[in-house]
């Protein structure tokens, strides 16, 4: 609010800062009322939860940040077999677009770039988690993921840099230096975002084009973070604004947005372009919600409230099981699922939820497997936690 009414020097990306008080202050009480509606979800299923639930979140699990992991040879194995799907991927989506192209998103083999955004993240964890008993392997390809996410515009590559940062953190001994390289990493972050964000308006796109704009661009690294901060902690609230007047939300596309299908199996490219404020700003998950009222608004986030509820006591148990991978991929998956709801589509943000219960489904069909994989350790006594 400091930023709306006292900063005078408007950042506006896509001029989208300027609207009106009764506007601005709605998609804040809108901000609110989801808050609330949340917290009561929590609630609601902290008192239907069965006792040993209750007991899971009333415990500490500060130890899940220590931990010692290496990766089974045959999971190393799995860590080269994926790096080259993604390269085969990439070639079939983007090819030699990766390096240099007329415009910013292309709209061909939508699947296979979703494909490999998806294996790319998983594989970051992978080495991230291996990084102590293979640092170069780890390096080398995660510097590729990098370079393909940079050549794609992704701003997933800042969640990458961060959770192969933070996951060599913890694997680590906590030394002043390592502490100090994760917070450089933190601000490399920053700067990095700044700077994806700051491609998208070049009259070419790529890989070369990217690289050779920091050469270029006379832009310092101080309005770069300015920048930064105002886009992730302020743009959003813009975003909603601009959905909340938009008027393209409807039960259909609410219907399709939720929808866990494909996207050409339920219609979502025949509504997708319907729900942008412009060709590079799609209107966020939050707007579309509000849209739909404050009756909808307090339901739909007591079921979020529920849902992440549900995934924390999960997060928990994987926790107090010795499965801490497991436990950090849904605690991240939930994360994402928070900062892209004030940037991106409603379809675009479910899809983290969705994604976390495919995790759990992976576990417990690993977790039958155990005797053979020693990977995943479940007590043969353990069935579902709730």
Not at 187 to 216: C, D, E, K, N, Q
Request: net charge positive; charged share 15%.
């Amino acid at each position: 609010m400091a930023y709306y009414y006292f900063y005078e020097d408007k950042i506006s990306l896509y001029n989208f800062d300027f609207i009106s008080n009764r506007l601005f202050l709605e998609a804040i009480s809108f901000h609110g009322l989801a808050l609330c509606a949340f917290c009561l979800g929590v609630l609601l299923y902290y008192d239907f939860a069965k006792p040993k639930v209750r007991k899971l979140f009333s415990s500490s699990f500060d130890s899940a940040l220590k931990f010692q992991y290496a990766l089974p040879e045959s999971l190393k194995m799995m860590t080269h077999i994926f790096m080259c799907v993604i390269i085969l991927l990439c070639a079939f989506s983007y090819g030699e677009m990766l390096f240099f192209r007329a415009e910013y998103l292309i709209e061909k083999n939508t699947t296979f770039i979703t494909l490999m955004k998806l294996l790319s993240f998983v594989t970051v964890l992978m080495l991230g988690v291996s990084y102590k008993n293979q640092k170069w392997i780890s390096v080398f390809y995660f510097a590729l993921i990098m370079l393909i996410a940079t050549g794609t515009g992704s701003r997933l590559a800042v969640v990458y840099l961060l959770v192969f940062s933070l996951l060599i953190f913890i694997s680590g001994n906590k030394s002043g230096f390592s502490k100090f390289y994760l917070g450089v990493n933190i601000v490399l972050s920053f700067v990095y975002l700044a700077f994806l964000m700051s491609v998208r308006s070049l009259s070419t796109h790529g890989l070369i084009p990217y690289v050779g704009s920091v050469f270029t661009d006379s832009t310092d690294i101080t309005s770069r973070l300015v920048f930064n901060v105002y886009y992730t902690f302020i743009f959003g609230i813009f975003v909603t604004s601009k959905t909340l007047v938009g008027d393209a939300t409807t039960w259909n596309t609410i219907l399709i947005s939720v929808n866990p299908l494909p996207g050409k199996w339920v219609g979502w490219y025949d509504v997708a372009n319907t729900l942008r404020a412009n060709r590079f700003a799609p209107y966020s998950a939050n707007g579309e919600v509000f849209s739909m009222g404050k009756i909808f608004t307090g339901v739909f986030f007591t079921l979020i409230g529920i849902a992440f509820s549900f995934m924390e006591s999960k997060m928990r148990f994987l926790f107090k099981t010795g499965n801490r991978v497991f436990g950090f991929i849904i605690a991240i998956l939930c994360i994402l699922f928070v900062v892209y709801s004030f940037e991106y589509n409603l379809r675009s943000t479910m899809r983290y939820l969705y994604y976390s219960l495919f995790v759990l489904f992976i576990y417990q069909i690993l977790g039958r497997y155990v005797y053979k994989m020693r990977f995943v350790k479940v007590p043969k006594s353990t069935k579902s936690d709730s």
